[in-house]
Nanobody, 116 residues
Framework: QVQLVESGGGLVQAGGSLRLSCAPS????????MGWYRQAPGKQRGLVAT???????NYADSVKGRFTISRDNAENTVYLQMNSLKPEDTAVYYC??????????WGQGTQVTVSS
């Protein structure tokens, strides 16, 4: 049974920073793409950033220049460094991991709240 363990959410003032992390437990298969998505109240879940196994990244336009996605392949962990946070970044952030052979998994979500 694969589970994604997320951490790092919380409450921060506008302009502040947070770092999210996510790692799957219970899997021995290699991981392909990893990413972060977010869902604000009343809105659909949308892309924040993704990163391939080789390190190619993709960002939503709204976070370019402020957020950085990275991964540690040895530890099977993906990170999201969020700087210059804005109130509109407030959402539940979900980790998404594509595990070879097994498929795609979602984390349980971690709340990020940015106060003005």
């Amino acid at each position: 049974q694969v589970q994604l363990v997320e951490s790092g959410g919380g409450l921060v003032q506008a302009g502040g920073s947070l770092r999210l992390s996510c790692a799957p437990s219970g899997s021995i298969f290699p991981i392909n793409a990893m990413g972060w998505y977010r869902q604000a109240p009343g809105k659909q879940r949308g892309l924040v950033a993704t990163i391939t196994r080789s390190g190619i990244t993709n960002y939503a336009d709204s976070v370019k220049g402020r957020f950085t996605i990275s991964r540690d392949n040895a530890e099977n962990t993906v990170y999201l460094q969020m700087n210059s946070l804005k109130p509109e970044d407030t959402a539940v952030y979900y980790c998404n991991v594509e595990i070879r052979v097994l498929g795609t998994y979602w984390g349980q979500g971690t709340q990020v709240t940015v106060s003005s």
